[in-house]
């Protein structure tokens, strides 16, 4: 079963996005509230992918990518960042991190898993 | 009636999650209506008030899409986006933050 961390310091998108993921597609969810604490997920979790907000107090979202890709525990796991900045220059500013992908809130909690999916290749 | 469908499961279950963070997002109206109120008064806004409401009507627009209210996050990325602007605000500008506010609240009472 393919296992999300969701990084987000906004309760009601993590608890949209977890719903989400948990009751359309099955998968399994864990969630970090800050940077930090999604860092320690990431290395004790393993998940298979990390859904990441940009704008985030003490460690922002492109802070704490740079963070996961400097430790080899976390450096494979692919991450999508998550952002309600639509703005072309910001878009290609984040897609220039080397993150898998860009998603925009506000996403479709019906369609969040399948965007996912076809962005990491995930058939099954 | 039991629900089987997984879209019809997540659709009650994010009914529950709106109402539960109803408050949160009332709230956050109240900062961008009181910033705007003031603005309307004084035509200007301190720069961290200013700072305070772009954040609030950005939290706004990623969210209430979420939920089933597309023109609430149209209004609040409108919002956002003349609050972020770093020129001093005009009488213009100052009225349509105030007719979007309202809308706003009108869109969310529905």
Known sequence: MRKVLIIDDEDDIREVAALSLETVAGWTVVTANCGPEGLRMAAAEKPDAILLDVMMPEMDGPTTFKNLQANPETSHIPVLLLTAKVQGVDQRRFASLGVKAVLFKPFDPLTLSEEMAAVLGWTD | ?110
């Open chain 2, 1 to 110: 009636m039991s629900i089987t469908t997984p879209a019809a499961k997540t659709a009650q279950l994010l009914a529950v999650l709106w109402e539960r963070n109803r408050p949160v997002v009332e709230e956050r109206v109240a900062i961008l209506e009181s910033a705007i109120h003031t603005l309307g008064v004084t035509q200007t806004l301190a720069p961290e008030t200013q700072v305070d409401a772009a954040n609030v009507a950005h939290k706004l627009a990623g969210t209430l899409g979420m939920f089933g209210y597309p023109r609430g996050t149209e209004l609040a990325r409108m919002i956002e986006e003349v609050l972020e602007m770093t020129d001093p605000l005009t009488p213009t500008e100052s009225k349509l933050l105030q007719e979007w506010v309202v809308e706003l609240k009108t869109v969310l009472a529905k």
